[in-house]
C-alpha cells in the first residue's frame, strides 16, 4: 500500500489479466495505484529483483492491498508456444473456448452473461473478446458473446479500465 494507503496494482496494460482487476476494482469503486510492469522492455521488468521480491511468480497482475499481495497472470503460455505459433494457437483455444460459452450463454445470459447483473463471468468476458480480437478471430459466430461484450464495453467500470486508457499504454495505442 502506499503512503496514502490506496491499494497498488503491478500491472501491464495489455494484459488480460490486469485488466480483470481493474475492471473489478473500478466496479467496487476501489480507488488505487497503477504500477505499470512492462513485460517486453529490458527482457520483461517482471524478472528484475525489485519484482521478483514482490511476487516470486515474476506474473502481472499483482496487487498489494492491506499488506498482502496477491497474483495471476497467462503471458507465460503464449512464451511457451512459441512466437511462430502464438496466432494458430490462440485462435484455436479462443474458438473452441467461445463455441462453449455461446451454447451456454443460452441458458445463462440477459443483459449481461448470468442475468441482469455484473457478475465474475463478465470481468472474464471483455479481457477474452478483446484477445479474439487481437488475434483476428472471426467472431461472427458469436453473436451472443459480442452483444453482451458490448453492453459491457457501455459500463464506465469497462471503459476505465480499458487497456487504451491505462499509465503504461503506448501512445500510438491510446484511445
Not at 482487476?21 to 524478472?47: C, H, M, W
Request: charged share 20%; aromatic share 8%.
Amino acid at each position: 500500500m502506499t503512503e496514502s494507503g490506496k491499494p497498488i496494482l503491478y500491472s501491464y496494460f495489455r494484459s488480460s489479466c490486469s485488466w480483470r482487476v481493474r475492471i473489478a476494482l473500478a466496479l467496487k469503486s476501489i480507488d488505487y495505484e497503477t504500477v505499470p510492469v512492462n513485460l517486453i522492455k529490458d527482457g520483461g521488468q517482471q524478472f528484475s529483483k525489485e519484482f521478483l521480491a514482490l511476487n516470486p511468480m515474476k506474473q502481472v497482475p499483482a496487487l498489494k492491498i492491506d499488506g498482502i499481495t496477491i497474483g495471476q497472470s497467462n503471458l507465460s503460455v503464449l512464451k511457451q508456444v512459441g512466437q511462430e505459433n502464438q496466432l494458430t494457437w490462440a485462435q484455436k483455444a479462443i474458438t473452441s473456448g467461445f463455441h462453449a460459452l455461446e451454447q451456454i450463454l443460452q441458458s445463462t445470459a440477459g443483459k449481461y452473461c448470468v442475468g441482469d447483473e455484473v457478475s465474475m463471468a463478465d470481468l472474464c468476458l471483455v479481457p477474452q473478446v478483446a484477445n479474439a480480437e487481437r488475434f483476428k478471430v472471426d467472431l461472427t459466430p458469436y453473436p451472443t458473446i459480442s452483444r453482451i461484450n458490448k453492453s459491457l464495453l457501455a459500463l464506465e467500470a469497462f471503459q476505465v479500465s480499458h487497456p487504451c486508457r491505462q499509465p503504461d499504454t503506448p501512445p500510438e495505442l491510446r484511445a
